[in-house]
């Protein structure tokens, strides 16, 4: 299976102080959006397989996207999501979603062994969406605990479905709830023990 891209999106957001407290480096966020033709459009189709297997070049592009947006930053935090169009269904970014579409991000990364958070849903063009995010090293990393609020205005139109793909490139600003910090993660993953 090809699938056919209509559109993409790049979003950006800075925030360089919070609660009054300058950064010492400025929290960017990114957001690639890739939105496809959903292929199954309007019928139940039981075997996703070849959405699965077609989403590892969908995740070739988004990354792509993403680390230049992100760039001269290296990415710290990640978080994917999408929104079908109201004709299909949630399971259709479910199938794009998978494995098969980050391992090519990671490989592009040049790491990220922590799961990646996700929300998926059916909803009309302009719909919010929250695409929860985490540490790239480990996923108890509590400062990179964060998310980026998503709002398309025209999209996904009903035949189409929009995947969303998150980067940071460290955690939240005046973060300090403690726990295990990104360098410690880095530094069990380099030793071979766990966080």
């Not at 299909?88 to 490989?107: K, S, Y």
């Not at 929009?162 to 295990?180: D, E, H, Q, T, W």
Request: net charge neutral; charged share 20%.
């Amino acid at each position: 299976m090809e699938l056919r891209i209509r559109r993409t999106f790049t979003l950006v957001e800075e925030r360089r102080i919070e609660a009054g407290q300058a950064a010492d480096m400025p929290l960017r966020k990114v957001a690639a959006v890739v939105v496809v033709e959903n292929p199954y459009v309007g019928r139940y189709v039981a075997d996703l397989e070849p959405m699965v297997e077609a989403s590892a070049g969908l995740g070739r592009q988004i990354a792509a996207q993403a680390i230049a947006a992100l760039s001269p930053y290296e990415a710290q935090s990640y978080g994917k999501g999408g929104i079908v169009g109201i004709a299909g269904e949630q399971e259709h970014a479910n199938a794009l979603l998978t494995t098969a579409f980050a391992n090519p991000i990671r490989a592009a990364m040049g790491g990220g062994d922590a799961w990646i958070s996700s929300m998926t849903k059916v909803a009309a063009p302009g719909t919010l969406i929250d695409i929860p995010m985490n540490s790239t090293a480990d996923i108890y990393v509590r400062s990179h605990y964060d998310g980026m609020t998503i709002v398309l205005p025209d999209t996904p139109l009903p035949d189409e479905i929009a995947i969303i793909f998150c980067l940071a490139n460290r955690g939240r600003l005046n973060a300090r709830v403690g726990g295990l910090s990104y360098h410690q993660a880095i530094k069990s993953r380099a030793s071979g023990t766990s966080g």
